[in-house]
């Protein structure tokens, strides 16, 4: 994600709604000011997941969210970094 998605708390947010969906992953702060989110679940929670990204929390501004297909992992929670 670009835009203001960090120090507004959206790491953590994201790991809330990914958990709800069921989705495990990471979203870690990249040196860039982006965030990178990795997500694995079922394709319909996934793309509710991208759907929420758009947006964010609250006090985020995203300007744009770039989605690259990846291959699946064993992941079994959502971390944030």
């Given at each position: ?6 120090g ?11 958990e ?62």
């Amino acid at each position: 994600m670009h835009g203001r998605v960090q120090g507004v708390w959206f790491r953590d947010s994201t790991r809330r709604e990914a958990e709800r969906l069921g989705i495990t992953g990471h979203a870690i702060n990249l040196p860039d000011g982006s965030v990178e989110v990795l997500a694995y679940g079922a394709v319909d929670a996934l793309t509710e997941l991208e759907r929420w990204l758009h947006q964010g929390p609250p006090l985020a501004s995203v300007l744009r969210v770039e989605t690259v297909v990846v291959e699946p992992v064993e992941i079994d929670s959502f971390r944030i970094g």
